[in-house]
Every structure is written in structure tokens, then in C-alpha cells.
């Protein structure tokens, strides 16, 4: 099984800029669909964003669309999260995930998702 481990979490001023890192160890995540999610306390876990194995399909939830950009590098075996124009609700422990089946498309829904990593916060001030 794949082992995922976060990156890139931290304090931030609202407006500001973050870039998460999820490096994979283990096998390849080159075929597999991957995700981020992310939650706050006392709330259940939220979509962030999503990519297909080739790439090219991404998905982002309602709240991030026009902020974050989901991107992977197959040689580094690593998926990234690029979250801009950061809001203090954006603050979360944001969670990388696998999909468990090859060649699919990426899903929104935490169930779909095989793999997980520890999480890394992320604090926005306002």
C-alpha cells in the first residue's frame, strides 16, 4: 500500500499564498486518481480538489474554485495544492488521498479514496 506524508501546511496572513506537497512512497501513483481534503474542527471532512491519473481531469469543491490548483509530478511521484487568495475559513487540517483502483476518475467523496496521509494544518489569520 502506498504511504502518503503532507507538506507545505503553516500560519498565514489572509490574501497570502500556500503550496502543499504530498509525496507518495511505496508503489507509484502514476495510474491512480488522487485528492485533497480537508477539515476543520467540528465539522465533518470537505472536498478540496481533485486529479485523474493523466492529469488532465480536475475537480474542485465550490469553496476553493478560482483559488486552488490541484497539479501532480509523476517523476517525483507527488501531488501538489496550490491555495491562493488564502481565507481564514480556508483554515483546516488539509489531508492528501489515493484512490485504490487504477485508470479512474478522480471523486469527490472521501469513500472512493483508498490511501491517506497524516494531514497538515494550515492557519489563515485575519
Known amino acids: 500500500q502506498v504511504q502518503l506524508v503532507e507538506s507545505g501546511g503553516g500560519l498565514v496572513q489572509a490574501g497570502g499564498s500556500l503550496r502543499l506537497s504530498c509525496a507518495a512512497s511505496g508503489r507509484s501513483i502514476t495510474a491512480y486518481a488522487m485528492g485533497w481534503f480537508r477539515q476543520a474542527p467540528g465539522k465533518e471532512r470537505e472536498f478540496v480538489a481533485s486529479?485523474?491519473?493523466?492529469?488532465?481531469?480536475?475537480t474542485y469543491g465550490d469553496s476553493v474554485k478560482g483559488r486552488f490548483t490541484i497539479s501532480r509530478d509523476y517523476a517525483k511521484n507527488t501531488v501538489y495544492l496550490q491555495m491562493n487568495t488564502l481565507k481564514p475559513e480556508d483554515t483546516a487540517v488539509y489531508y492528501c488521498a489515493g484512490e485504490g483502483a487504477k485508470y479512474r476518475s478522480s471523486s469527490s467523496s472521501p469513500h472512493d479514496y483508498e490511501s491517506w496521509g497524516q494531514g497538515t494544518q494550515v492557519t489563515v489569520s485575519s
Open positions: 486529479i485523474n491519473w493523466s492529469g488532465i481531469g480536475t
